[in-house]
């Protein structure tokens, strides 16, 4: 059984910092891509940023510039440095993960519980 586990969220004033953790845990045999996805109250979960096995990256607009995406493939962690947040970046956090069990000949997609982020001053 593969558990995602994420930490980090909590109340930030606009223009601070935040980071959020993902590990994932169980009997892996390999992740493929890793991401943060995000839903405010009201609104679809919508894509944050990703990081592939390879290491290709991709952002959302509206978090280009201030948001990084990191992984750690020996601890199967994935990363989320948010700086200069916004109140619009409001949102609950949940990590992704494409996982190929150990033993399986597929993979499967893997959510976190996820994290609340708010933004306020």
């Known amino acids: 059984q593969v558990q995602l586990v994420e930490s980090g969220g909590g109340l930030v004033q606009p223009g601070g910092s935040l980071r959020l953790s993902c590990a994932a845990s169980?009997?892996?045999?390999?992740?493929?891509?890793m991401a943060w996805y995000r839903q405010a109250p009201g609104q679809e979960r919508e894509l944050v940023a990703a990081?592939?096995?390879?290491?290709?990256?991709d952002y959302a607009d509206s978090v280009k510039g201030r948001f990084t995406v990191s992984r750690d493939n020996a601890k199967n962690t994935v990363f989320l440095h948010m700086n200069t947040l916004k109140p619009e970046d409001t949102a609950v956090y949940y990590c992704?993960?494409?996982?190929?069990?150990?033993?399986?000949?597929?993979?499967?997609?893997?959510w976190g519980q996820g994290t609340q982020v708010t933004v306020s001053s």
């Open positions: 990081i592939t096995s390879e290491g290709r990256i």
């Open positions: 169980g009997s892996i045999f390999s992740i493929n891509a």
């Open positions: 992704n993960m494409i996982v190929r069990p150990a033993l399986i000949e597929r993979s499967y997609n893997y």
